[in-house]
T-cell receptor, first 114, second 116 residues
Framework: AQTVTQSQPEMSVQEAETVTLSCTYDTSESDYYLFWYKQPPSRQMILVIRQEAYKQQNATENRFSVNFQKAAKSFSLKISDSQLGDAAMYFCAYRRNTGNQFYFGTGTSLTVIP | DTEVTQTPKHLVMGMTNKKSLKCEQHMGHRAMYWYKQKAKKPPELMFVYSYEKLSINESVPSRFSPECPNSSLLNLHLHALQPEDSALYLC???????????????FGEGSWLTVV
């Protein structure tokens, strides 16, 4: 079974600084997808960034980037120039190349300090 | 337009009531999901519909009954719930895998359910 681990239940960052959220996963598959979702207090889960396992290049979306280490099964999220609106729960997720199941990590609660 | 719409946003029901949660998407997605989420916890998968057929039921109690009337709609019928069923219920949709950009799951805002 696939498992996704987020070892940091809570993190904090000063506004305008950079923070990295960790995620590791366990799989025997070679082709899969990884995601970071953000869930602010307004509740809606919003896709932050997506990485295809077959791509060696790390995905980036504006201030958000990932460090994908396939051999180490690690998928960390870096948030640069943190903003107050980045405060939220962040969930790492894994999806196999077949089937419709997503596997979520336990989440990291990010606080942004003004 | 990446939007999944859920109604109602809030629902309070007694343990003997029958109610339904509704979900709609117009992105042409053929996979739809129900998740249950407790505060500060990750979403827990309940059901997956693929091409309007139930493909995954994660051993959910029968007091939760899903229904997929068509490719755009997903309902969750609720009957004889328990207080521990109080949670945020998230609907989501995605394309099937192996379709370009089809591997992302899009969530609705959720329906907050309180069972009294």
């Amino acid at each position: 079974a696939q498992t996704v681990t987020q070892s940091q239940p809570e993190m904090s960052v000063q506004e305008a600084e950079t923070v990295t959220l960790s995620c590791t996963y366990d799989t025997s598959e070679s082709d899969y997808y990884l995601f970071w979702y953000k869930q602010p207090p307004s509740r809606q889960m919003i896709l932050v960034i997506r990485q295809e396992a077959y791509k060696q290049q790390n995905a980036t979306e504006n201030r958000f980037s990932v460090n994908f280490q396939k051999a180490a099964k690690s998928f960390s999220l870096k948030i640069s120039d943190s903003q107050l609106g980045d405060a939220a729960m962040y969930f790492c997720a894994y999806r196999r190349n077949t089937g419709n199941q997503f596997y979520f990590g336990t989440g990291t609660s990010l606080t942004v300090i003004p | 337009d990446t939007e999944v719409t859920q109604t109602p946003k809030h629902l309070v029901m007694g343990m003997t009531n029958k109610k339904s949660l509704k979900c709609e998407q117009h992105m042409g997605h053929r996979a739809m999901y129900w998740y249950k989420q407790k505060a500060k916890k990750p979403p827990e998968l309940m059901f997956v519909y693929s091409y309007e057929k139930l493909s995954i039921n994660e051993s959910v109690p029968s007091r939760f009954s899903p229904e997929c009337p068509n490719s755009s709609l997903l309902n969750l019928h609720l009957h004889a719930l328990q207080p521990e069923d109080s949670a945020l219920y998230l609907c989501a949709s995605s394309q099937q895998v192996r379709i370009y950009s089809g591997n992302t799951i899009y969530f609705g805002e959720g329906s907050w359910l309180t069972v009294v």
